[in-house]
């Protein structure tokens, strides 16, 4: 399926394929280096550490083996995830636990943020207690 694609491929794309994947990675199959306790707290402290100074974080989730994360970049985006990404597989002494890239969405407005942050909170519905760390700020509760 070459790009370009219509909106009409486009969706089907996503339903064949796409959604697929992001409902077995929210059921928590593959790898999944983020059940670690510890692991999972390496990843909180690397993104905390820039939190209103680099990025002002408004909802995230660290699930077993991805992470959603919401946020105002106060630093240019790809300087940031490289950023991140690097700091945290370096101090859980692996070299490579991320893909190559990232995917990113643009917030168009209030119900767009209000419905990513409703995703991100629910994302681990079908997760153990334990096995992911939710964190909100205070406006990301209020929804």
């Known amino acids: 399926m070459p790009e370009p694609w219509s909106e009409e491929i486009e969706q089907e794309y996503h339903r064949k394929f796409t959604w697929r994947l992001e409902t077995w990675l929210d059921e928590g199959y593959g790898a999944c280096l983020f059940n670690d306790p510890a692991n999972r707290d390496t990843l909180e402290q690397v993104l ?25 970049p106060l630093a240019p985006l790809e300087k940031l995830m490289q950023s991140w990404k690097g700091i945290a597989a370096r101090r859980i002494g692996l070299s490579s636990i991320w893909q190559k890239n990232y995917r990113d969405t643009l917030i168009r407005n209030v119900s767009h943020f209000a419905n990513a942050v409703r995703y991100i909170r629910r994302n681990p519905a079908k997760l153990q207690e334990g096995t992911f760390t939710l964190w909100a700020s205070e406006r990301a509760k209020a929804i």
């Open 48 to 72: 905390m550490h820039d939190h209103e100074k680099k990025a002002i974080h408004h909802v995230w989730v660290i699930m077993p083996n991805h992470m959603h994360l919401l946020f105002t």
